[in-house]
């Protein structure tokens, strides 16, 4: 099967010798829900600049459902819509205007645009707002916005620089099932999150990328196996003057009524709660400490950081 | 991308274009008529009264089609030039930029905005001078081709001069310290036979100075100079100003990383 997108030894190095992409290569196949994750600057922005012709690349391939950037970047570019991170529309042209506007610029008909316009402005719930000027606009339109004007032409191929920083859960939430949604209808998706929450919930296949390499690129669910410890806060209905003695676990406490407690893979939440129910303690609620993605992101980043340390 | 495609992306660059100058109009259209009207009454009626007749015209008849040109070139240059910078600015040119619209329709659609308002304001400003004095046009033809074939030299060196740009002062300097000199050396006011054989020497290096006069000459019928080897000229600047101006897109110069 052709992928959606296929990289293959990108590299960038910008004027002054910096070196942003040190020959990356993956691929995401189509339908896919795909996360490309990396701490700042670790060159997630340079790799979706390149896909999509504002950054030059210096060497290396990339071809989106089989077409190469090369050899037919226009045909590439009929298959690609991009949601960048930063806002980069007029902010005195009207929101409907800015999302038909760019249908014409894929050689859509007025008339088609239009109606393609009031389909997604709808969708994303700005239909009301489709005669106000951007800059009137919340942050969180304006990011949805933003995807409205990417899936004008109906893109195979969609990919989302950070779409929800500095969103509220709620509409976060909604633009997760919007998401979902189109991915479902076809649309090949790349996300690049900060929220690592959102990389779960959402992605089948994730790439790591650090420094300008590609420290992992393997499935979810495969990565979260590697998790080799997870940390869980558990509240607790009594009054808790120290931590209780649990063999073989960590147990912190964190205040009066929570306890923190850190399981190592292969052992037993049950045996925690039958040791507390033996002493007397009830543990009303449970959450882990951090989303377990983060917890992989953070060991594997300064994993990289020691090694990088030892040599 | 087919010619059917690529057409309705030129056309609509063109129409935001056209749409942007529109919406803004108390900033665009107005201020050159006001300026061309102080330049009518103060030049014309009561300055150009005492002068007598220039280049065997009333000063005011001689002086209206180099009024009329000069708001042509301005406003052409300003329009692409600030229309361009902003949407660099303010990033909106990616929108462009990663749509498969080619290089020569983005300059075409920006270049051509930017003959329209040109020609808006020059037509406003005739209409403006016709409250002052009876006009007439000689060579029809002549007049339409030089003021359209300027507008789009104008449009394309505010192109070019906004790709170059980093900050809005870039988008000032040269208005303001070639355009505008060149403009009121290039023969607005005056014919070149009153200078000293030197200084007509010199204002024939000026490109203005043959735009004008041709189109002075398509609404006169007189000119300072040879009114074909203007046109020729001309062409040549739009052919050399186009190449230079697809070269820096197609280069990404200060466009893309």
């Known amino acids: 099967m052709t992928a959606a997108l296929s990289i293959q030894n990108l590299q960038k190095t910008y004027e002054g010798g910096f070196q942003a992409l040190k020959g990356i290569s993956f691929e995401v196949q189509p339908g896919d829900f795909f996360a490309l994750l990396g701490p700042n600057g670790a060159g997630k922005s340079t790799t979706i600049g390149i896909i999509c012709s504002l950054v030059r690349k210096s060497a290396g391939s990339i071809s989106i459902f089989g077409v190469d950037i090369d050899s037919d970047f226009p045909a590439a570019k009929r298959l690609l819509g991009v949601v960048p991170q930063e806002f980069n529309f007029s902010q005195f042209e009207k929101v409907f205007d800015i999302v038909a506007t760019q249908g014409g610029f894929y050689g859509m008909p007025r008339k088609l645009a239009e109606e393609r316009t009031e389909k997604y402005l709808k969708q994303l719930g700005l239909w009301d707002k489709r005669a106000t000027q951007a800059r009137m606009l919340s942050g969180g339109m304006k990011r949805r916005l933003m995807i409205a004007r990417a899936l004008i032409h109906e893109p195979k191929l969609l990919i989302l620089d950070e779409p929800t920083a500095g969103v509220d859960i709620e509409l976060r939430r909604s633009m997760w099932a919007f998401l979902e949604q189109i991915n479902a209808q076809g649309t090949t998706i790349i996300l690049t999150t900060h929220y690592l929450e959102e990389a779960e919930s959402l992605c089948r296949n994730i790439a790591i990328i650090d420094k300008g390499t590609i420290v992992e690129n393997t499935s979810i669910k495969s990565l979260l196996k590697t998790l080799n410890r997870e940390t869980f806060i558990l509240d607790c209905s009594e009054y808790l003057e120290k931590a209780p003695g649990l063999s073989g676990f960590e147990c912190h406490l964190l205040d009066s009524h929570s306890l923190e407690i850190t399981v190592e893979k292969g052992q037993s939440l049950t045996e925690v709660f039958i040791e507390l129910k033996a002493q007397g303690v009830t543990v009303t609620s449970m959450r882990n400490r951090a989303n377990?993605?983060?917890?992989?992101?953070?060991?594997?980043?300064?994993?990289?950081?020691?090694?990088?340390?030892d040599e | 991308m087919s010619s059917r495609l690529t057409w309705i992306s030129f056309s609509t660059i063109f129409r935001r274009e056209v749409r942007r100058f529109m919406r803004i109009w108390p900033q665009t259209l107005v201020p050159p008529v006001i300026t061309m009207s102080l330049y009518f009454v103060i030049f014309g009626s009561l300055i150009g009264s005492r002068i007598g007749d220039m280049g065997g015209y009333p000063y005011m008849e001689f002086v209206v089609p180099g009024l009329i040109m000069m708001?042509?070139?301005?406003?052409?240059?300003?329009?692409v030039v600030s229309s361009f910078y902003s949407a660099k600015f303010q990033r909106s040119i990616e929108e462009l930029l990663v749509s498969p619209t080619p290089n020569w329709a983005v300059m075409a659609g920006y270049v051509l905005g930017g003959v329209a308002r040109g020609l808006i304001v020059g037509l406003i400003v005739t209409l403006v001078a016709m409250f002052f004095t009876s006009l007439s046009v000689e060579h029809v033809g002549v007049t339409i081709a030089i003021v359209f074939l300027t507008a789009v030299l104008f449009s394309l060196a505010g192109f070019i001069n906004a790709i170059y740009a980093n900050s809005f002062d870039a988008i000032s300097i040269i208005p303001t310290f070639v355009l505008t000199p060149l403009t009121y050396l290039g023969g607005v006011f005056y014919s070149i036979e009153l200078l000293s054989p030197f200084w007509q020497g010199l204002s024939k290096l000026n490109p203005i100075l043959y735009m004008v006069n041709s189109f002075r000459y398509g609404i006169l019928g007189v000119s300072d100079i040879n009114v074909a080897w203007a046109f020729i000229g001309v062409l040549v600047f739009i052919a050399l100003l186009a190449s230079w101006g697809l070269y820096l897109m197609s280069?990404?110069?200060?466009?893309r990383h």
């Open chain 2, 71 to 79: 708001s042509v070139i301005t406003n052409s240059y300003a329009n």
């Open chain 2, 251 to 255: 280069h990404g110069k200060r466009l």
């Open chain 1, 292 to 309: 377990r993605l983060e917890e992989l992101f953070i060991s594997m980043l300064s994993e990289e950081k020691m090694e990088g340390v």
